[in-house]
């Protein structure tokens, strides 16, 4: 199996992989570990013209702080993140959820910028990134804007970037120590893309108490406050089972009903 | 072709590649190191599995000319590691091997296993397995190897070799030169590739849908048009005019026997396909129900797709009430890739981008104005404000989306 032919580039910062995306005139794709990428390649559904790999560009692998957040660069793997080789703006959270992504040969080179970039409905970052409240950094022709996650997907593998444009940095607030998180994925196999999901946050000193359901069909589905559910008894976890039910995601019930048990087991998670 | 340098099993070597070759395709092909095997090529399997400056990497996917300057290392670089002599033995004693297909790559991350984890329970050891497929064993042969291993080197700490310090990009990547300079040929253009003539001489030939005995996926939808039943069951009949309304599609001919050849080009980010096939119609004037039946084939993807469209009119006040359903199959790359609820999703909303332009078509504004979209579907952004209506009912809920 091979791709269809492309052209390479290995710019080595920023304005010159934007302006070698400007200059591709629609043909140009950004990759960075490829691991979304590469199958799409290998089955010939991606045919891009012109391939600009972004690794080679030092500070989209890089870590910095600011006041109150963090922000991670575009080529941060998921490994680095298992690994706590970058500090964690969640508590551990987002270790959590890296060791969970695909297999660690594929989380040794796939990445948190590409992985969102994919937009695979099914993707563990689109879910819990957007949990968490995700800003994305994107640089284009007129310098970098910012894009709250939560709008940055718009249909499945469909982002709002023009075609000069790509994901420089993922920035994440930080969370207090009293933040309390949730995630919970079914998989028909570990490491494969999760039929239903569901990722929670909540952090009383942000006023945070937010849902998002993943792995639906196409975006994911934030519920901006779940405190009617918490602290969780019998019956809440049970309104929270029904309510989720009642949104018919999947419009079938089995599908609906993994959406609910997703919802109910995240929330379990969360301890008062 | 791009030329690169990799050490490969402790040698440098230079090779010129194109920039499409993934490192599995390098190992084997320039470098005749076919250890390393390749099962789904498509990051599945695990068979593939090499180390990369360290850590293991899946070669099938893992370009090339991006790990320029990288350290590789197949499993033909192992024979002398002491590491490897100890699971080879296991695999060895524990029947954790029948065909073999798969053990180069599982002995790369048994390996990368033992060495990272320290300690691993069997239940941690089937996780870290998950990404290698075996055929053969069921598994519990291969990860007693592993368990065994790691419990005879609990008595012999401090073998443990010193774990380099892992960079935060992607393993492989980052060390080369930097630059605006392009590598690769431009890319021949398709048609310059398959002329017109060799795509219609592979033309499926329509056959009623479901006949290859799988099962068809189906999307329902009603709408209500403002135009009289007469009018609309007349639009319906016109094959060309229905055409033009759903989004991607377009008219190529028509021929004598009634049936049509049409394209349809669709976008699903970086996924995109043109369909090329042939479109015919039946229909019942009595019963004022149809059905549209289209077949085509992609042949960038090789996926084939079939579907059919059934309507059934019916009066409604002065409009008229159009009830479809859309049912498809899906065959070869995209039908592999994209799951079925994602195409169940974009077949909704061509459907209901379809019906937005049919009304529109009908509509007095719509007999001179534009139609939604005539090059091609991309679902995302650039929705009509029909359209965004018509799906803001399909998909209504209660809670904001995104």
Do not use: H, K, M, V
């Given at each position: 199996m091979k791709p269809s032919a492309y052209r390479y580039a290995r710019p080595s910062s920023v304005a010159e992989a934007v302006r070698l995306l400007a200059d591709s005139d629609g043909g140009g794709k950004v990759m960075a570990g490829g691991q979304s990428l590469g199958p799409m390649l290998n089955l010939r559904l991606a045919q891009p013209e012109l391939v600009v790999d972004i690794t080679g560009i030092g500070e989209l692998a890089s870590v910095r702080e600011d006041k109150d957040g963090i922000v991670y660069g575009a080529c941060v793997t998921h490994a680095a993140v298992e690994d706590n080789r970058v500090p964690d703006a969640a508590n551990g959270f987002l270790a959590r959820v890296a060791a969970g992504i695909a297999y660690r040969a594929v989380r040794n080179r796939g990445t948190m910028g590409g992985s969102l970039a994919h937009a695979?409905?099914?993707?563990?970052w689109m879910t819990t990134l957007t949990a968490v409240d995700a800003e994305m950094l994107i640089a284009g022709a007129t310098g970098e804007r910012r894009v709250a996650l939560a709008e940055f997907m718009t249909a499945p593998f469909s982002v709002a970037l023009d075609e000069a444009e790509f994901i420089v940095g993922i920035r994440i607030r930080r969370h207090s120590p009293a933040a309390r998180f949730g995630y919970f994925k079914f998989c028909r196999k570990r490491g494969e893309f999760a039929e239903a999901m569901a990722a929670i946050v909540v952090d009383p000193a942000a006023g945070v108490s937010r849902a998002v359901i993943g792995a639906t069909d196409s975006r994911p589905i934030v519920l901006?406050?779940?405190?009617?559910?918490?602290?969780?008894?019998p019956e809440r976890l049970e309104a929270a089972k029904a309510m989720v039910e009642g949104l018919g995601i999947a419009g079938e019930p089995i599908k609906d009903a993994m959406h609910a048990n997703a919802f109910a087991r995240a929330l379990q998670q969360v301890k008062p | 072709m791009s030329e690169l340098s990799l050490t490969v099993n402790g040698e440098k070597v230079t090779v010129a590649v194109e920039p499409r070759t993934s490192l599995a395709d390098l190992v084997r092909?320039?470098?005749?190191?076919?250890?390393t095997h390749l099962g789904c090529e498509q990051g599945v399997c695990g068979a593939c599995t090499i180390l990369v400056d360290g850590v293991p990497v899946r070669s099938c996917i893992g370009n090339a000319t991006a790990c320029d300057g990288a350290s590789v290392r197949t499993i033909e670089d192992f024979d002398a590691d002491p590491l490897m002599t100890e699971l080879r033995a296991a695999f060895n004693a524990h029947h954790?091997?029948?065909?073999?297909?798969?053990t180069p790559g599982m002995l790369v991350m048994a390996r990368d296993i033992v060495l990272r984890l320290g300690e691993a329970d069997e239940q941690r050891i089937r996780i870290e397995l998950a990404g290698n497929l075996c055929?053969?064993?069921?598994y519990s042969g291969i990860v007693k190897a592993i368990r065994w291993v790691i419990v005879a080197r609990q008595g012999a700490r401090g073998e443990l070799e010193q774990r380099p310090a892992l960079p935060?990009?992607?393993?492989?990547?980052?060390h080369a030169k930097t630059g605006t300079d392009v590598s690769g040929a431009t890319k021949a253009t398709a048609s310059s590739l398959r002329p017109d003539a060799e795509l219609a001489a592979r033309k499926p030939a329509p056959a009623p849908l479901g006949a290859s005995g799988k099962k068809a996926s189906a999307v329902r939808q009603s709408f209500l048009l403002d135009a009289p039943l007469p009018v609309v069951w007349q639009r319906f009949g016109e094959v060309p005019a229905m055409v033009r309304c759903i989004p991607g599609a377009s008219l190529v001919s028509e021929a004598a026997d009634g049936t049509y050849d049409i394209k349809m080009r669709i976008k699903m980010g970086p996924i995109g396909a043109e369909f090329a096939g042939t479109a015919s119609q039946r229909r019942d004037d009595a019963m004022m129900a149809g059905v549209i039946h289209g077949a085509g084939r992609d042949t960038k993807s090789a996926t084939l797709a079939e579907g059919e469209l059934n309507y059934r009119l019916t009066a409604e006040g002065e409009g008229t009430r159009v009830d479809i359903e859309v049912s498809y199959l899906l065959s070869g790359a995209l039908a592999q890739f994209a799951r079925a609820g994602i195409v169940t999703h974009f077949i909704g909303a061509i459907t209901a981008q379809f019906a937005a332009n049919l009304g529109r078509s009908l509509s007095p504004e719509g007999a001179v104005g534009p139609i939604e979209d005539a090059g091609e579907l991309r679902v995302a952004g650039s929705l009509g404000v029909a359209l965004k209506a018509w799906l803001s009912e399909l998909f209504r809920n209660p809670f904001r989306r995104g």
């Open positions: 695979d409905p099914s993707a563990d901006p406050d779940i405190s009617a559910y918490l602290p969780l008894s | 092909e320039n470098l005749n190191l076919t250890g954790a091997l029948q065909c073999g297909f798969c055929r053969c064993t069921g935060l990009g992607p393993a492989g990547s980052g």
